[in-house]
């Protein structure tokens, strides 16, 4: 079993930057493929970003290429999204995922995904 528990949410202005982190328990993190989705009120769960085992290769959706980073430490048990130059349109709950396969590439769609986090809010004012 692993649990995730994200943090580094809040209010925050448009143009403005956020760090999210993602910690695990119950199992280290550096043989799982993880990712990040969000959802807003009334929408469906999207994926935002995703880290193979190794940190060596990522996948970010269109939306957020060029804005966002994922990145992991697997040392530290954790993955981090960097999100910079934020719009209101980030506004969302954001959530850790992790993935219990062995394999050597990343993932991008929620169902491929074993263990959540909580979530933690991201709200952007315009």
């Known amino acids: 079993q692993v649990q995730l528990v994200e943090s580094g949410g809040g209010l925050v202005q448009a143009g403005d930057s956020l760090r999210l982190s993602c910690a695990a328990s119950?199992?280290?993190?550096?043989?799982?493929?993880m990712g990040w989705f969000r959802q807003a009120p009334g929408k469906e769960r999207d994926f935002v970003a995703a880290?193979?085992?190794?940190?060596?290769?990522?996948s970010y959706a269109d939306s957020v290429k060029g804005r966002f980073t994922i990145s992991r430490d697997n040392a530290k048990n954790a993955v981090y999204l960097q999100m910079n130059s934020l719009k209101p349109e980030d506004t969302a709950a954001y959530y850790c995922?992790?993935?219990?396969?062995?394999?050597?590439?990343?993932?991008?769609?929620?169902?491929?995904?074993?263990?959540w986090g909580q979530g933690t809010q991201v709200t952007v004012s315009s």
């Open positions: 880290i193979d085992r190794y940190g060596a290769s990522t």
């Open positions: 119950g199992r280290t993190l550096n043989n799982l493929p």
């Open positions: 995922a992790a993935a219990d396969d062995d394999s050597f590439h990343y993932f991008v769609r929620a169902y491929e995904y074993d263990y």
